[in-house]
């Protein structure tokens, strides 16, 4: 079972750019903000900057304006904490979104869209990433390649245990409610998770992990991926699918859970009965 890993969101700014960006209240006390959980980051103290972070984190590019809409304030505070993030490396601009829907707008220059880099979503991830890479590595050369593959396989099993093994989990009495469950433990695990209803004719729902806190293990070893996705289908007991990857360079991973229907009493086919032959 994989032990619960903490989150953690830090933001240091040059001296040079924290005068240019000065002037809100919430700009003070910028720091160091520990996060072990979805719970305790809904109530835990956040600055201006790590707000509009999480914003793009969770809730996916956007323009200023929308930003501003999100969190409440204005487009103008927005967009000091925009320039501060940006300048820091954590966040950057293009006229479409890096991933995701792009924003309709009117007539005129279209909006500046602005999107989380992989730096800065390493903010909200545990510092010992590179650590597990050195050892991946060590163990790659020590006992080859299958010897990852088994990693891969028994970390995934763990995954399923400890999603299996969850008091709501055993409550649970629909694909929904066991999809939530998978949901909380990715979450204390820092994948910063996500279930909403899945767009299209299909259906479904679509689980989004907006944060990889193994990042540079899982671009290396991506078959830690694919053992996941299966782990996520074997707890959930349905096949799913996962079309976007963090370690493959999406802005965040994607896994569709289909939509299953249990048939109805009476609904099978019957047999049309044929005439005997006299």
């Known amino acids: 079972m994989m032990p619960p890993c903490a989150t953690m969101f830090a933001i240091k700014i040059p001296r040079n750019q924290r005068d240019r960006v000065a002037g809100g209240a919430d700009l003070d006390n910028i720091g160091v903000v520990e996060i072990k959980s979805q719970a305790a980051a ?3 103290p956040k600055t201006g900057m790590e707000r509009v972070a999480r914003s793009l984190l969770l809730d996916g590019p956007a323009s200023a304006r929308r930003l501003a ?10 967009r000091r904490h925009l320039d501060a993030l940006v300048g ?7 006229a479409k979104p890096a991933y995701g829907p792009s924003e309709t707008t009117g007539r005129g220059r279209p909006a500046r869209v602005y999107s989380l880099t992989a730096n800065g979503r390493r903010q909200f991830a ?3 990433d590179h650590i597990a890479l050195e050892a991946m590595n060590l163990l790659g050369e020590m006992a080859g390649s299958s010897a990852i593959e088994r990693f891969a396989k028994e970390r995934a099993a763990g ?17 929904k409610k066991k999809a939530r469950v998978v949901t909380d433990v990715l979450n204390a695990e820092g994948y910063a998770a996500t279930l909403a209803p899945a767009r299209g004719p299909v259906g479904g729902m679509q689980l989004c992990q907006h944060n990889c806190p193994i990042e540079e293990v899982a671009t290396k070893y991506q078959q830690i991926c694919e053992h996941e996705t299966r782990a996520l289908g074997e707890a959930l007991g349905v096949h799913v699918t996962r079309i976007a990857t963090i370690a493959a360079g999406d802005g ?6 289909p939509d299953l229907v249990p048939a109805q009493r009476g609904s099978q086919p019957t047999k049309t009965k044929t005439k005997e032959k006299i």
């Not at 809409?69 to 927005?78: D, F, N, Q, S």
């Not at 490396?89 to 293009?94: D, E, I, P």
């Not at 965040?252 to 859970?257: A, H, K």
């Open 42 to 44: 809904k109530s835990a």
């Open 69 to 78: 809409k999100r969190l409440g304030v204005t487009p103008a505070a927005v």
């Open 88 to 94: 820091a490396g954590w966040v950057n601009h293009g």
């Open 126 to 128: 545990h510092g010992y």
């Open 159 to 175: 995954l399923a245990v400890q999603i299996t093994s969850a008091a709501a989990y055993q409550r649970a009495n629909s694909l």
């Open 252 to 257: 965040v991973c994607t896994t569709m859970i």
